[in-house]
Each structure stands twice: as structure tokens, then as C-alpha cells.
Nanobody, 127 residues
Framework: QVQLIESGGGLVQAGGSLRLSCAAS????????MGWFRQGPGTEREFVAG????????DYADSVKGRFTISRDNVKNTVYLQINNPKLEDTAVYLC????????????????????WGQGTQVTVSS
């Protein structure tokens, strides 16, 4: 079992920066791929960024490439999402997820591929 708790959300100005954290409990965290998703009002949950268990492979949605960076610390059982130069359209609830096959080298892009989810943290970008 993996339990996930996000933090670091809040109000940020466009062009600023913010770092989200996702703390995991459970000794199996380091075996799984991790992902960040976001969901705005009335929208589908969309993939933002993903990272495999060893951090060797990452992937990003086109809309955030060059602005967001995903990373993980398997000693601290934490995954991060650094948000630089946020735009108004980045406003959403951001959720972290863990899942996939243990020790896989795949990035998982769809919510159904993840078995564990956090509650989410709100990010609001202001002009």
C-alpha cells in the first residue's frame, strides 16, 4: 500500500515559480512510477509529468515542457513538481499518483494506469 499526500500548492503570479511535493508512505514507493496530473473545473484529469522508479526517464505534457520539472527522492519517499513561469491556464488541482508495474521503465500517461492517488493540492495562477 502507498499513501500519498501533496503539498505546496497555493496562489502564484504568472511568471513566478512554485514547487509541489508529494510525500509517500509505505516501503514500496521506490518501486513504482510516479505521475503528476491536474484537473480543472469541469475538465478531465490530464497528465502533466511522469517519472520512472529510478528517475532515469521522465516525460511531460507538451503544454508544460520547458517550464515544469518532475523529480523524486527515493530516500525521502517524495516526488516533486517544480513549476516555473506558470500561466493562467495552469490553474487546477494537482494530484500525484503512483502505480504501474514495479521497476518498469515505462512512463504511464493515463489515470487508469495508476493505483494510488493523493487528494490533490490547488494551484491558482494570477495575472
Amino acid at each position: 500500500q502507498v499513501q500519498l499526500i501533496e503539498s505546496g500548492g497555493g496562489l502564484v503570479q504568472a511568471g513566478g515559480s512554485l514547487r509541489l511535493s508529494c510525500a509517500a508512505s509505505g516501503h514500496t514507493f521506490r518501486r513504482y512510477a510516479m505521475g503528476w496530473f491536474r484537473q480543472g473545473p469541469g475538465t478531465e484529469r490530464e497528465f502533466v509529468a511522469g517519472i520512472i522508479w529510478s528517475s532515469d526517464i521522465t516525460d511531460y505534457a507538451d503544454s508544460v515542457k520547458g517550464r515544469f520539472t518532475i523529480s523524486r527522492d527515493n530516500v525521502k519517499n517524495t516526488v516533486y513538481l517544480q513549476i516555473n513561469n506558470p500561466k493562467l491556464e495552469d490553474t487546477a488541482v494537482y494530484l500525484c499518483a503512483a502505480g504501474g508495474i514495479e521497476y518498469s521503465s515505462r512512463i504511464y500517461h493515463t489515470p487508469s494506469e495508476y493505483g494510488y492517488w493523493g487528494q490533490g493540492t490547488q494551484v491558482t495562477v494570477s495575472s
